[in-house]
């Protein structure tokens, strides 16, 4: 957690994902949003191991991580794997039941 190296975790969480650069779409959008948690889930437990032994440095970069996270992870990561989310929710075609079916149904009750 180290605030050098967040652009390579953004890469990696792309490269899982994999991200296509040209379509700006990932594949499973989801799991984007899942590992940002992690993610910070990971930022937090590394923070409560460096203040029990008072390690300044580890909490000094933690710290930083995070406010990384905050500024441009949603930048970086979360905007467009939510747009995906919402886009393929909007897209997605609903089946009616059949006319005949209605009927059917309807005559039977």
């Known amino acids: 957690m180290k605030p050098k190296l967040f652009k390579t975790v953004v890469g990696a969480v792309r490269a899982?994902?994999?991200f296509d650069d040209?379509?700006?779409r990932y594949a499973y959008p989801s799991?984007?949003?899942k590992l940002g948690h992690n993610l910070w889930k990971c930022c937090l437990i590394l923070k409560g191991k460096a203040i029990e032994p008072s390690d300044k440095k580890l909490m000094e970069d933690v710290a930083n991580f995070q406010d990384l996270c905050d500024i441009e992870w949603a930048e970086e990561v979360s905007y467009q794997a939510r747009k995906e989310l919402?886009?393929?929710k909007r897209n997605t075609q609903k089946r009616l039941p059949?006319?005949?079916t209605i009927s059917a149904y309807t005559q039977s009750e």
């Open 16 to 18: 899982v994902d994999k």
């Open 22 to 24: 040209n379509t700006m």
């Open 31 to 33: 799991v984007a949003i």
């Open 86 to 88: 919402y886009d393929r």
């Open 98 to 100: 059949l006319t005949a």
